[in-house]
Nanobody
Framework: EVQLQASGGGLVQAGGSLRLSCAVS????????IAWFRQAPGKEREGIAC????????VYSDSVKGRFTIASDNAENTVYLEMNSLKPEDTAVYYC?????????WGQGTLVTVSS
């Protein structure tokens, strides 16, 4: 059974930092793409960062480029999202997502709240 466990959310002031973790189990980590999505109140879920485990290629949305960094620890089967220079508009529930063998898997969300 594939499981994704997201953690690390919380309350932070604008300009601060947080690191989210996504612990992945039940799939071959090296043959997958792992991504972070977020959904703010009243808005659609958006993809913000993705990493391909085989070659560590990364892609970011314009809204987080230069502030967020996605990285994977293949030995620990964990993907991290380092978030810096946080803004109130980054407030959302953050979800990790895996694509493995053309199947999609979602973890539960973790809430990030950025106060102004």
């Amino acid at each position: 059974e594939v499981q994704l466990q997201a953690s690390g959310g919380g309350l932070v002031q604008a300009g601060g930092s947080l690191r989210l973790s996504c612990a992945v189990s039940g799939l071959t980590f090296g043959n997958s793409a792992i991504a972070w999505f977020r959904q703010a109140p009243g808005k659609e879920r958006e993809g913000i960062a993705c990493i391909v485990s085989d070659n560590d290629d990364t892609v970011y949305s314009d809204s987080v480029k230069g502030r967020f960094t996605i990285a994977s620890d293949n030995a620990e089967n964990t993907v991290y999202l380092e978030m810096n220079s946080l803004k109130p508009e980054d407030t959302a529930v953050y979800y990790c997502y895996a694509n493995w063998l053309n199947r999609a898997y979602w973890g539960q969300g973790t809430l990030v709240t950025v106060s102004s």
